[in-house]
């Protein structure tokens, strides 16, 4: 599929954000075919292109490659009325302004919403923050482990011993991009009826809650009982055994929602007969079960046990690392994995946008950009002086 294909083509995104959540939501405009204009500073541009792991041939992280791929980088520095200026510019004629920045720093430089749309009335503006913009977190650090650590979520990981655990991924800046996202392709639709831009607004924190939404209905509306997770082999903190992940002798074995009577049938397992015909006693003796599951799991490798669950229907399956994933028929089937080069010799394997149109998943060939890189094209372009 050709970039001039997507839904997207011919929009112009400003990205003013740095580290995730901001430009996990270019990414994925840049995916469905925006033209995606990274603002960097100068001297070293967004501060992830130091973190985590270094590639070798760039000295950007790889995370930075991972988030920025195919995206220009404009070098500004923001202190400098000239380059200011030709920022303004810039947005005059963009549709889409993305920005993160800690609360207070975007109305210090004057390009806040209000003063963003007297440049350009149609421009659909986008803030991402750590906990919104009213309240006493307002000035905490907008950072993941943290957002975490204030939204709840870490209790329904882990085991019911083990105290809260946070997720082993950045979930917060992934899901806040996701949902800036929606609310911009929304923002797009109705500025194509109206004519007009809109602010779009939302939080690490906000998605962090929009993520348990299951969770915290059902806690606010049984008179705040608060769930119980598993002692052993806990998934979900509101689900009744088998629920779980077990070790076989292979390896790992994943049961989702499963009849006990049936896997008891299933797995020839008399020991479970005292819980057959109770299912009330699934979850109020779910780790009993999942402890007798467990013993019986683990007497045969993972195969043995797909051999028996899957033809019956069980919803159950191999747990797998990332070397496995990749060498999957599975994923193969699903082509979500590209090369992306930049012409200085830098090449890095990534992944692929989920999305797929007109049954083609868009596909690109540039790296992340070298800080500044389409600085003087850009400049000629829009004539930012």
């Not at 929009?11 to 995916?31: A, H, T």
């Not at 105290?163 to 992934?174: H, K, N």
């Amino acid at each position: 599929m050709s970039e001039n294909a997507l839904p997207l083509s011919g929009l112009v995104v400003v990205d003013m954000s740095q580290f995730l959540s901001g430009p996990y939501c270019s990414l994925r405009l840049m995916d469905l075919g925006a033209r995606v204009i990274k603002i960097e500073r100068p001297d070293g541009g967004d501060l992830s292109r130091g973190l985590y792991l270094s590639d070798s041939e760039s000295g950007d992280s790889t995370i930075f490659h991972a988030i920025n791929r195919s995206k220009e980088s404009l070098a500004l520095d923001l202190k400098n009325p000239a380059d200011m200026a030709a920022l303004r510019k810039l947005i005059a004629r963009a549709d889409v302004l993305i920005q993160n920045f800690r609360p207070g720093v975007i109305e210090r430089l004057g390009l806040h919403f209000e003063a963003a749309r007297e440049i350009n009335p149609r421009l659909v503006y986008c803030s991402i923050s750590g906990y919104g913009e009213e309240g006493p977190w307002v000035a905490r650090p907008g950072q993941d482990l943290l957002a975490q650590s204030r939204s709840g979520v870490m209790w329904l990981n882990g085991d019911e011993g083990e105290g809260p655990v946070p997720f082993g991924l950045a979930i917060g800046d992934m899901l806040a991009g996701a949902a800036a996202a929606q609310g911009i392709l929304a923002a797009l639709v109705r500025r194509g009826v109206t004519g007009k831009g809109s602010h779009v607004q939302t939080s690490l924190l906000e998605a962090l809650v929009d993520l348990q939404v299951e969770v915290l209905t059902v806690h606010m509306n049984s008179g705040g009982k608060l769930p119980k997770r598993s002692d052993f082999r806990s998934a979900h903190a509101y689900l009744a055994a088998p629920y779980g992940v077990y070790a076989a002798a292979d390896g790992y074995l994943a049961i989702a929602m499963t009849p006990i009577a049936k896997l008891a049938d299933l797995l020839h397992m008399e020991e479970l007969s005292p819980y057959r015909a109770d299912p009330k006693s699934w979850f109020t003796a779910r780790d009993a079960i999942k402890r007798l599951i467990a013993a019986k799991i683990a007497t045969r490798p993972v195969d043995h046990w797909l051999s028996i669950l899957e033809p019956a229907d069980i919803w159950c399956a191999k747990v797998l690392g990332w070397p496995e994933l990749l060498s999957s028929d599975g994923f193969a089937a699903l082509d979500m994995l590209q090369t992306v080069k930049r012409g200085d010799g830098v090449s890095v394997r990534t992944t692929r946008s989920p999305i797929r149109i007109d049954g083609e998943r868009p596909e690109f060939q540039r790296a992340a950009p070298r800080v500044g890189e389409h600085t003087a094209a850009i400049r000629a372009e829009f004539e930012l002086g």
